[in-house]
């Protein structure tokens, strides 16, 4: 299982690093336009765009996870990021997150 390396919900920008369990580094930013995930530059490759999801397709993954009797508390941030942490690699993500987004 991966690791939070870092989590803010601030207003304008929520994000959260998170290495997977393969070594990864990958960065999740909620803004106005939607999700994008990242990979960090490591020595094995540059900084690249995994995924950039419409905050419509955001919306339905996380509706979709959260149980109606308790989504109180429960941020969007919170929510992705518990589903990014569960995956091993970044293709793995990527295809993931272009699944849910797709159903």
Request: aromatic share 4%; hydrophobic share 40%; with cysteine.
């Amino acid at each position: 299982m991966g690791v939070i390396v870092s989590f803010d919900e601030s207003f304008l920008t929520p994000n959260s690093e998170v290495v997977l369990s393969s070594g990864e580094h990958v960065i999740l930013s909620l803004d106005r336009k939607g999700l994008e995930i990242k990979v960090l530059a490591s020595p094995q490759g540059k900084e690249r765009v995994l995924v950039h999801l419409t905050p419509d397709s955001v919306a339905k993954i996380c509706t979709g996870l959260w149980d109606n009797r308790d989504s109180s508390g429960k941020s969007p941030l919170r929510t992705l990021v518990s589903i990014a942490k569960r995956i091993p690699n970044a293709e793995k993500l990527k295809a993931a997150f272009k699944a849910a987004a797709a159903e």
